[in-house]
T-cell receptor, first 114, second 111 residues
């Protein structure tokens, strides 16, 4: 597609439920990133995929968070047993290579845990 | 621990005047970028500067880098109401392709 697509755009879930957030990067982009923005906070790095290399998971806040990237394209971020502090806008970005200037963000998924 | 900080959460400027957004960083970084974010949209790349330079200009936008002070700033002149958005400073460190972002500064340009 022309841009990075994220779904759903909004998600309300009950505390304790699992959620899956999807990211479709720009076709051909080898690097894919997940960030999140909590209310009043900056962009917090979560995880980074680059080609076939092992992902950089150093930003995942707990073991309830995991992410996969299938076939070097679509990525899914899964949050298990959601907590209220997980409420945030989850942003996905892709780039053609490690050059940061190529970062293109999606519009994000607003997750609300009630 | 590499950090990027934007200490001003908001800034209000009159149309036509200069907007100056500031950013501080710790430790050595390689490239610095500014992103602009409108509500309900993802951030979009605005302008960048390499650590080997001290100034980069693109139209109304200029970024200045002061490596000795570990400080960079974004100047917008003249400011326009359409510039009203949240501006994020970001930097690449020694941690591969990922960017470290600041907390953002919300700019409001009054007509």
């Amino acid at each position: 597609g022309a841009g990075v697509s994220q779904s759903p755009s909004n998600k309300v879930t009950e505390k304790g439920k699992d959620v899956e957030l999807r990211c479709d990067p720009i076709s051909g982009h080898t690097a894919l990133y997940w960030y999140r923005q909590s209310l009043g906070q900056g962009l917090e790095f979560l995880i980074y995929f680059q080609g076939n290399s092992a992902p950089d998971k150093s930003g995942l806040p707990s073991d309830r968070f995991s992410a996969e990237r299938t076939g070097g394209s679509v990525s899914t971020l899964t949050i298990q047993r959601t907590q209220q502090e997980d409420s945030a806008v989850y942003l996905c970005a892709s780039s053609s290579d490690r050059t940061n200037y190529g970062y293109t963000f999606g519009s994000g998924t607003r997750l609300t845990v009630v | 621990d590499q950090q990027v900080k934007q200490n001003s959460p908001s800034l209000s400027v009159q149309e036509g005047r200069i907007s100056i957004l500031n950013c501080d960083y710790t430790n050595s970084m390689f490239d610095f970028l500014w992103y602009k974010k409108y509500p309900a949209e993802g951030p979009t790349f605005l302008i960048s500067i390499s650590s080997i330079k001290d100034k980069n200009e693109d139209g109304r936008f200029t970024v200045f880098l002061n490596k000795s002070a570990k400080h960079l700033s974004l100047h917008i002149v003249p400011s326009q109401p359409g510039d009203s958005a949240v501006y994020f400073c970001a930097a690449s460190g020694n941690q591969g392709g990922k960017l470290i972002f600041g907390q953002g500064t919300e700019l409001s340009v009054k007509p």
